[in-house]
């Protein structure tokens, strides 16, 4: 067998790598003009269906009665009976203001009095003497009059002084400084020692707080103001950040009937049985209420996109092809956002890869949770046939 030439295998050799990068510059030429493989993306296929009308909102706790309390009289702060932050019940005695000036006070109005109705029994007696002289004309009837008179200002003066006993008595009263109602107390603003001067800011000693029920101020938007007006039986309900119920015994008792002009909202009021103090006067609530049903679509929050003009949402056509639709949307549910128009029964919406997608582009649905399908293989290029040896 002979082999040739060096020459002759020279320029074969030369002749196969030729071959073989053309081959290889095709094959990249193919590649390149090739259409890029469709972008996995998970799918949720959403259906009409019978959704509560529920609203959130932020509110603030506060006290369903907040008193001041006050002294009412003058004098020195002698005694302090409660502890700052207990619970009290209505009629507990709170501070003692001291006494003495007010107890002499009573003495005086009770000597006033007994006085005066030593004078008016002197007045009736003298009124009975004088009648049968009168009648015998033994003295003038001027005379029976006048001691008729001294009588009767005698009964004024008893009056007069039955009333400064009972205010020197209520005066007395009031250096107990008594809990108006039941509720937890506030710091003591004034210390043992102090003058307390009645009618000025010296006279506030505390604050008293009915913390059971608690009352929750909240405002609402006018449109959702609008969904829950006139409804019946709406439920209220406390709620922590992710959504999960608190509470939900509570109820409406006051509803706003102006639209505040800066917030476009309206004051509401929720009421929450408190027995355990588990809710504080001032603590930020997150509050839900739930007016009835109505039928929507519930489709994941994140899938939802806000634009200048619109939300809108990414479905997949029956060609594997992204469509963007406006939807209209209402409350939260959970991790779901109500869509009350906008969608087609049956329609598949992308909840992932939304950075990626764009209108028109052809995309491979998944359900959500499941794994993507294998991508189709292209099919496998014709070998070139075998070289000569």
Known sequence: MTHGSPASRFFALAASVLLAACGSHDDTKKGAGAAPPALPVSVVQVHTESVPISLEAVGQAAGSREVEIRGRVNGILDKRLYEEGATVKAGEVLFVIDPAPYELAVQDAQAALQQARVTRELAEVEVKRLGPLAADKAISQRDLDQADATAKTAAAAIASAEAK???????????????PISGVTGRALRSEGS??????????????????????????????FNRVRGAKNVRVAIVDEAGAVLADNGRLNFSGTTVDPKMGAVQLRAEFPNPTTRWLPGQFLK???????????????????????????????????????PVQTANWIGKDIVVTGGLAEGDSVIVDNLVKV????????????????????????????????
């Open 165 to 179: 006993l009972k205010q020197a008595q209520l005066d007395l009263s009031y250096t107990r400084v008594v809990a």
């Open 195 to 224: 003058l307390v001067t009645a009618n000025t800011d010296a006279a506030l000693l505390t604050t008293l707080t009915q913390v059971n029920p608690i009352w929750v101020l909240f405002p609402l938007a006018e449109p959702d």
């Open 287 to 325: 509050i839900r209420l739930l007016a009835g049903e109505q039928r929507a679509m519930l489709v994941p929050q994140g899938a939802v996109l806000q634009t200048d003009q619109a939300r809108l949402v990414m479905t997949v056509g029956p060609d594997g092809k992204v469509v963007p639709k």
């Open 358 to 389: 764009r209108p028109g582009m052809t995309v491979q649905p998944h359900a959500q949770g499941a794994a993507p399908a294998a991508p189709a293989q292209p099919a496998a290029a014709q070998g070139a046939p075998a070289a000569k040896k």
